[in-house]
């Protein structure tokens, strides 16, 4: 039901930061979770960051977690995934996300997605 577009995405050196951000449209996006996740070519989409409708609750996998924070700004439709120290297997594209279920993990429980981002981390 929400549209949504990510950027932020480009070349990093390994151990900077960039953040990503998504935009999404709609009327229901404060009633979303909302997640970020990657897929490197050959290989599966991967969850990498939950947050709940209300920003209140938020989820990782285990590879980011201490270095990538996700965030969100319901007054302006806006959710963000800080990336700090990166490393070269972060490099993928990102996709924005939006479900309508509580803390939900895999591909098939998101029923929103953006146009992907491109990440690349050179060591």
């Known amino acids: 039901q929400v549209q949504l577009v990510e950027s932020g995405g480009g070349l990093v050196q390994a151990g900077g930061s960039l953040r990503l951000s998504c935009e999404a449209s709609?009327?229901?996006?404060?009633?979303?979770?909302m997640g970020w996740f990657r897929q490197v070519p050959g290989k599966e989409r991967e969850f990498v960051a939950g947050i709940s409708p209300n920003g209140g609750v938020t989820y990782y996998t285990d590879s980011v977690k201490g270095r990538f924070t996700i965030s969100r700004d319901n007054a302006k439709n806006l959710v963000y995934l800080q990336m700090n120290n990166l490393k070269s297997e972060d490099t993928a594209v990102y996709y924005c996300?939006?479900?309508?279920?509580?803390?939900?993990?895999?591909?098939?429980?998101?029923?929103?997605w953006g146009q992907g981002t491109q990440v690349t981390v050179s060591s």
């Open positions: 996300a939006g479900s309508t279920l509580y803390k939900p993990r895999a591909t098939t429980d998101f029923g929103s």
């Open positions: 709609g009327r229901t996006f404060r009633t979303y979770t």
